[in-house]
């Protein structure tokens, strides 16, 4: 079985792979009891969100995780894909500014990913 923090970071270079935009991680679970991390990532239409999700769902069910829960939200410009103690927020540019998970959970620690993902300039 896989720690949290090894099944954020497969979803992490799922969603990376995929060509998601602005992947943060959060480690929330010294500020809340929802989960021990937040992945929030950008998708540039809502099929990309879709195929986003699809994707790193598919990655987190390769190594043995499946979901607890999968919600889409007002046509697929926010979904999330829920596996317990990871929770994956992928929104489309407007709906994530209009949330603003970041801003929501400001307390969280925000997990490096340099190593994790390849920046492309991006």
Known sequence: MKTAKELALIATKALDSKKGRDIKLLKIDRVSSLADYFLICTGTSNTHVRTLCDYAEFALE???EKPMGREGHRGNTWELLDFGCLVIHVFTEDARQFYDLERLWADAEQVDLKEIIL????
Not at 119 to 122: C, P
């Open 119 to 122: 920046d492309d300039g991006m």
């Open 62 to 64: 390769e190594a043995g």
